[in-house]
């Protein structure tokens, strides 16, 4: 194009329509996005000065059973690997703003359920004695495995975690975490 025809689309209303002037940062349509700066400072787990904001639980929240799961009275939340302290969420990829963060868990975990070994032996050495050791054929054993999957996305970032799931329980209480995580991402 000539100087007759000017690029519509530049940034400077002089500026030829092959005179790019697109550098870091810079780009068309607003991709790729420069990813926010770490602040100088990196806040731990449990308060380090960060004010908490003090908001009821969400219906039905109680903490996990284990350490490092749960809310703390007076400290952050976490789930798995991620962390909330304060207005971030801390990752150990990197911190993310709490303030409209989408949060999402899926699960990944089944519950089987068997008859154990043992019952099948009892069952066959008490039925040779009594045909009561049929009943031993009732026995049942469940067993869960897998993991439930917790994502978050906030400022431009993505993170995610996997938590085991110990038994059929797991998904509803990692739920309940998470929608007390959505409650103060409001």
Not at 159 to 184: C, E, F, G, K
């Amino acid at each position: 194009m000539s100087e007759q025809q000017p690029n519509p689309y530049a940034s400077d209303p002089g500026q030829a329509s092959g005179d790019y002037k697109w550098g870091p940062g810079q780009a068309s349509y607003g991709y790729p996005q420069a990813y926010p700066q770490p602040p100088a400072h990196q806040p731990t787990v449990g308060g380090a000065g960060l004010p908490i904001p003090q908001q009821p639980p969400a219906p039905g929240y109680a903490p996990g059973p284990g350490p490092g799961y749960g809310a703390v009275p007076g400290q952050g939340l976490s789930i798995g690997d991620i962390s909330i302290a304060g207005d971030q969420i801390i990752t150990p990829s990197g911190t993310m703003p709490l303030r409209g963060a989408m949060w999402n868990a899926t699960d990944l975990s089944r519950t089987e359920e068997k008859m154990p070994a043992h019952a099948i032996v009892l069952a066959i050495i008490f039925f040779l004695f009594c045909l009561l050791g049929l009943l031993f054929l009732l026995m049942k054993e469940k067993r869960t495995t897998g993991y439930i999957q917790v994502t978050v996305h906030s400022g431009g970032r993505h993170h995610s975690t996997m938590i085991p799931a110990t038994d059929p329980n797991s998904y509803a209480w990692v739920m309940n975490q998470v929608n007390y995580a959505r409650s103060l991402s409001v």
